[in-house]
Nanobody, 114 residues
Framework: QVQLVESGGGLVQAGGSLRLSCAASGSIFSMNPMGWYRQAPGKQREFVARITTGGRSAYADSLKGRFTISRDNAKNTMYLQMNSLKPEDTAAYYC????????WGPGTQVTVSS
């Protein structure tokens, strides 16, 4: 079982950037594919990006070019760099271990003002 905690969320103006972090503990982080998901108010949780144990990444089509997922296995940490943020990116962002996800963090709120 992997325990996950997200950080780095906050309030940002449209066009700004944020970097989210996901710190993992418990089972060996480097052996788990990892992912980011988000849930906006009144909407279902949706896939944002995922990264394999070897560092291969995949993104939701609508986010390609603005978001970048990465991981540092030595630090047991995954990141999501978010650039050119839009108000529609406002959501709670969750990191997950496994694919399909088996463990979830509690989430971090990202709010983008127009």
């Amino acid at each position: 079982q992997v325990q996950l905690v997200e950080s780095g969320g906050g309030l940002v103006q449209a066009g700004g950037s944020l970097r989210l972090s996901c710190a993992a503990s418990g089972s060996i982080f480097s052996m788990n594919p990892m992912g980011w998901y988000r849930q906006a108010p009144g909407k279902q949780r949706e896939f944002v990006a995922r990264i394999t144990t070897g560092g291969r990444s995949a993104y939701a089509d609508s986010l390609k070019g603005r978001f970048t997922i990465s991981r540092d296995n030595a630090k047991n940490t995954m990141y999501l760099q978010m650039n050119s943020l839009k108000p529609e990116d406002t959501a709670a962002y969750y990191c997950a271990a496994g694919y399909p996800p088996r463990s979830w963090g509690p989430g971090t709120q990202v709010t983008v003002s127009s």
